[in-house]
């Protein structure tokens, strides 16, 4: 199988691994500890990268306007380390891994599937991911499952950030194409404005970001091609 269709047939690992960052349950652990849904998220998100300086994580975030997160990092490191935020964000994730996916088959597959991936990238450039990389797997199969499909989600998310800087396209005018109604979410007054040039740059780093992919997926075996496919279209399902 190629690599390219291997990626398009596991689109929704960008869903999967974003799935508990809203829920109750992860809005309600985040309060526990003084920590508000959007702060929780940044905290935990990007805790993985240490205690660094608002601006490393917004490099490594992209999209959102500088000052918004300025204003949420600074003030949820002020509550929380930011590494023991990310490993409490991250077992939510679990928890949520573990009650929808109890009674998916192929989880284990779909573990070797992607940790196959995962480990061939070489990681220079790429700071979010091999941070996140960096965490420790779950043992059990669907949190495991859950924590690779975040570190897939991480991969794909930096080396599209990677591309828009290769070809020279602004974040916040590739959040207004790929996202427009999502404005004040992401810390804009006003949508960025685009030109047509900034919608053909964005589909040159749309097709960049997969050429840099093809090499970490083109280790996948036949096998493991159709359990990494399988166990995205399993998970996504139960969580659906």
Known sequence: MEPA?????TEDIAHIGSAFYFIPETVEVGKAHGLGGFRFYFLGRGGVLGDVDADVVRSAFGYFQPGLVRKLWDSSV?????????????????????RKFADVSGLDAFVDASTTVIQSVEGASLPLFVAMRAEPVPTDAPA?????????RELRGSVHLLAHTAVGLNTSRAHSIRRPNDTAFFGY?????????DRELWDRAESLTDEILTPA??????DQAHALIDGTS???A???
């Open 144 to 152: 495991a499952a859950m924590h690779q499909a975040i570190v897939l």
């Open 217 to 222: 997926y083109a280790t996948l075996s036949e």
């Open 5 to 9: 269709d291997i990626m398009r047939a």
């Open 78 to 98: 002020a509550v929380m380390a930011p590494r023991d935020g990310a490993r409490l964000y991250l077992s939510c994730a679990y928890d949520l891994g573990r």
């Open 234 to 236: 399993a998970m996504h």
């Open 238 to 240: 139960a969580l659906s």
């Open 189 to 197: 007054e006003v949508a960025p404005d685009f030109a047509d040039a």
